[in-house]
């Protein structure tokens, strides 16, 4: 079992950054794939980063390369989303998955995971 908090969101300006925190708790941390997705109102929930249980691997969606990092601790059990020069289409609920496991892919859908937080909002205005 993995339990997932989520932290750091808010309202920021555009151009602005927020960093992201996930704070997981359980056995299997360090050995799961992590992902972050989110939904804006009236849309689904899409998939954003993963990253790979060393943190040697990273993929990300099209539209914020270059924007957003994601990274973990695995000592502290922590997942971070670095995101920079947000843009209002940013504006969304994020959230924290963990796989459970890591079979060295990106995991990109949301039936890949199995463990999900109860999301942290972020709003960007233009």
């Known amino acids: 079992q993995v339990q997932l908090v989520e932290s750091g969101g808010g309202l920021v300006q555009a151009g602005g950054s927020l960093r992201l925190s996930c704070a997981a708790s359980g056995r299997t941390f360090s050995s799961s794939a992590m992902g972050w997705f989110r939904q804006a109102p009236g849309k689904e929930r899409e998939f954003v980063a993963t990253i790979s249980w060393s943190g040697k691997s990273t993929f990300y969606i099209n539209s914020v390369k270059g924007r957003f990092t994601i990274s973990r601790d695995n000592a502290k059990n922590l997942v971070f989303l670095q995101m920079n020069s947000l843009k209002p289409e940013d504006t969304a609920v994020y959230y924290c998955?963990?796989?459970?496991?890591?079979?060295?892919?990106?995991?990109?859908?949301?039936?890949?995971?199995?463990?999900w937080g109860q999301g942290t909002q972020v709003t960007v205005s233009s």
């Open positions: 998955a963990a796989k459970g496991s890591d079979y060295g892919r990106p995991y990109t859908k949301d039936y890949d995971y199995n463990y």
